[in-house]
């Protein structure tokens, strides 16, 4: 009877023991555990939402730049600042596309002189962007010189822009040019956002091909093209920041050895058409 009792005893202390085991690592495990459904849930919509264009876009947009003619780049940055891209780091001949840089130079000038904007120079910027004057560009360039267009560079933090003596020398990549766009605004002084915003969304409806045509109405769009004849042929430029809700898309395509200018446009149309597909 003894024994019996002592035997009791132990089993009763044994119970016990392994069930504050058993709480115990029942409670380690929900502290190492991942967060509630909701939280689970709401990480991986948020990033699809903010990766965009998704791999298999950027993939179809890489294969279709691969097999047209001459030399293409592209380059993406989405919403969290990430880059795709496809030879994005070869140099090319900027044409028009540095007229958006000169324009934020220009006003990062303005604003730190503490000088306005004068009716004239409004009328400059206008016709840089909207229509692409150059010689609106050269009265802008006087302005603001290749050291503040070096320091926006800098700001921007481009590894590959060059420029010497005038705004037509300078030399652009893609990733460098995307990544301007998608710090578009935060490189813009605030009080002059809504009007570079305004500006580069309402350019003529004749230079308007490429990139916006295939984004709006679903993207709000700003953009800038460039194109010249080169050495090589027809080299046609466009790079655009496309925003809905809270995502954004900052989108280069450089081309140069087209056939035609019409041949650009046509790759830049079929990249920009590959990278948004629903």
Not at 112 to 137: C, F
Not at 269 to 276: D, M, N, Q, V
């Amino acid at each position: 009877m003894g024994f019996g009792r002592i035997e009791r005893g132990l089993w009763v202390l044994v119970t016990a023991t392994l069930a504050v085991v058993a709480l115990r690592f029942g409670a380690e495990a929900t502290d190492s555990a991942a967060p509630p459904a909701s939280t689970r849930e709401a990480s991986p919509v948020l990033s699809e939402e903010l990766r965009v264009p998704a791999a298999w876009h950027v993939g179809k947009a890489r294969d279709f730049a691969a097999r047209r003619a001459g030399r293409v780049s592209f380059a993406v940055v989405d919403s969290t600042g990430d880059l795709s891209c496809y030879r994005c780091r070869a140099s090319y001949h900027s044409a028009s596309v540095v007229k958006a840089m000169l324009l934020v130079a220009y006003l990062n000038r303005l604003v730190g002189e503490h000088k306005p904007l004068t009716a004239d120079h409004e009328t400059y910027l206008d016709s840089m962007i909207r229509v692409s004057d150059n010689n609106a560009a050269t009265a802008i360039y006087a302005h603001v010189g290749d050291r503040r267009l070096r320091a926006l560079a800098d700001q921007a933090h481009m590894t590959n822009f060059r420029v010497s003596g005038s705004w037509g020398s300078a030399r652009i990549t893609a990733a460098d040019q995307a990544g301007f766009f998608a710090r578009l605004n935060e490189l813009t002084p605030s009080e002059y956002q809504g009007y570079t915003r305004n500006l580069l969304s309402s350019i003529v409806p004749r230079e308007s091909w490429g990139i916006p045509e295939v984004s709006r109405p679903t993207w709000f769009t700003m953009f800038k093209g460039g194109w010249l004849t080169s050495r090589r042929g027809s080299l046609v430029h466009q790079v655009a920041r496309l925003e809905k809700r809270r995502v954004s898309i900052a989108i280069a395509i450089l081309t140069d050895g087209n056939s035609t200018d019409a041949h650009g446009r046509e790759t830049i149309t079929g990249i920009a058409s590959r990278l948004l597909a629903d």
